[in-house]
Every structure is written in C-alpha cells, then in structure tokens.
C-alpha cells in the first residue's frame, strides 16, 4: 500500500489526506479528504464540533448527537 507525506498531509493507498485552511486565533480547521468516488471537507471547531460536507454532491452529514 502507497504511504506519502504530502506538505500539508499524507497519502495512504486510494486517499489523500491534508489541512486546506486553518485559523490559529480562532482555533479552527478545515481539513479535505479525497478518493476517487469521493471528496470531502472536514470541519473541525475550537470546542470539537465537526461538520462533513460531501463536495460532490454538496450534502452535509451530521453528527448523531445533532439528530
């Protein structure tokens, strides 16, 4: 299996993982996710919230804590 660090994340096998955006003073992160069925963006907030967002199909997939 293909392992690669990346400049700003790594490849492992069919998926490639990397920070897009960050904002140290804010304390978030931004971080993307891509195979070759899918690409998705991963939100991660100061207090650990996370939202998901399939950049394909433009759904969001939603905690269970959330529903």
Same mark, same amino acid.
């Given at each position: ?21 960050? *904002?140290?003073?804010? +304390?978030?992160?931004? &971080?993307?996710?891509? %195979? ?17 967002? *399939?950049?394909?199909? +433009?759904?969001?997939? &939603?905690?269970?804590? %959330?529903?």
């Amino acid at each position: 299996m293909n392992y690669q660090e990346t400049k700003y994340g790594f490849e492992y096998g069919a998926a490639k993982i990397e920070r897009k955006c960050s *904002d140290d003073q804010k +304390g978030w992160v931004c &971080l993307g996710i891509e %195979t070759p069925k899918s690409i998705l963006s991963v939100h991660v907030t100061k207090t650990g919230k996370v939202r998901i967002h *399939d950049q394909i199909t +433009g759904r969001e997939f &939603l905690p269970s804590s %959330t529903i």
